[in-house]
């Protein structure tokens, strides 16, 4: 018990849990493997936007643009193939990543080399790439008629008993968890957001590895924008929404730092899953859409207090002062 308390990961997958068994007690049939397939299903799109804001967030930066770059990356993926139906699909989603990379190196630039605080620059590019999306379609839908076959059936198709939707899911879980885990890259991110100071002393160039974030991020957007017209069969301006909150709540739930430099992939993949079975479970028990995200609000909160607690107990607010105080210090000198 006392390392369940200890560990977030093993608390929320626990807290994940308890909830399916509560919320099947009111709906007979949400505890069934199918259910639950198709709760990670309706969730697939929220982790991959995570991991994106998760990389981003470990370097002590935020990312409010990723649901508008989904937004036109999809836009403009759907019109291409409305277009051009005989594009093949790989190109297509090639291309999706591509974009969606740039728009995320667009914002990454600015941060690195004009010096812009994150939330400034990721709300401009926010309403920017909404603008760009509507201007593209003239503010026209395109429908799932216009769009070919293989376009909307791939991530639809059924393998080993889940959509293609969700193995994506699992290998870009897969795929995040090695280049944070395994690779040069991981390790600078870890250590930009952690201690930016002693990151900088030991050689590496923190506004570097938050562009490298940044073009990270901007490419799972990009892959998103691909997975969401697909899944739902329609591209518009306003597709995915608040999408850009529900990416930063899934990381806090999930035990990310905003501080930067703390937290894990498991936590994030959960942070989203918890988020998915609420959003799933609520309207099957009778609550309201306002209540859901009073609920959803309250959750972010205490997750956000529960994170800056552990940090404190841990000692790494303090240390993260006196580093900082060290090297103003320096500079004075």
């Known amino acids: 018990m006392q390392r369940l308390l200890k560990n977030r990961e093993l608390l929320l997958a626990a807290i994940i849990v308890v909830m399916i068994a509560a919320f099947s007690t009111r709906a007979q049939n949400f505890a069934t493997p199918g259910n639950l397939a198709n709760v990670f299903n309706d969730t697939a799109i929220l982790i991959i936007l995570a991991l994106g804001q998760m990389t981003v967030i470990l370097t002590k930066s935020i990312d409010l643009s990723v649901a508008a770059n989904l937004a036109f990356t999809g836009v403009a993926i759907a019109m291409l193939d409305a277009a051009y139906p005989d594009l093949p699909l790989a190109l297509l989603i090639v291309l999706a990543i591509g974009i969606g990379a740039v728009l995320g190196a667009i914002n990454g630039f600015l941060v690195w080399a004009l010096q812009i605080p994150p939330i400034v620059v990721t709300l401009g590019t926010l309403t ?57 890259f991981g390790r600078s991110a870890y250590a930009s957001g952690g201690n930016p100071v002693a990151a900088v002393y030991a050689g590496i160039d923190v506004g570097r590895t938050r562009f490298r974030a940044f073009v990270l991020s901007g490419a799972l957007a990009g892959l998103c924008g691909y997975l969401w017209v697909s899944r739902y069969a329609v591209a518009y301006v306003d597709i995915a929404a608040g999408f850009e909150l529900d990416s930063v709540a899934a990381c806090v739930i999930g ?18 899953l918890f988020l998915g079975v609420i959003k799933n479970a609520l309207p099957v028990i009778g609550i309201s859409p306002f209540a859901q995200m009073a609920i959803s609000g309250i959750v972010i909160i205490l997750a956000v207090v529960f994170n800056a607690r552990a940090e404190r107990r841990k000692g790494r607010i303090i240390l993260r002062d006196r580093a900082a105080g060290g090297a103003n210090k320096e500079v004075a000198a």
Do not use: C, E, K
Request: net charge positive.
């Open 128 to 184: 920017i790439y909404r603008g760009m999306a509507f201007v593209l379609s003239g503010g026209s839908w395109v429908n799932a008629h216009q769009m070919s076959p293989d376009f909307l059936n791939i991530p639809r198709m059924s393998v080993l008993g889940m959509p293609v939707l969700s193995w994506v899911a699992i290998s870009v879980v897969l795929i995040i968890w090695f280049v944070l885990s395994r690779t040069q």
């Open 255 to 272: 035990g990310i730092s905003i501080a930067g430099g703390i937290g894990s992939v498991a936590g994030t993949v959960l942070g989203a």
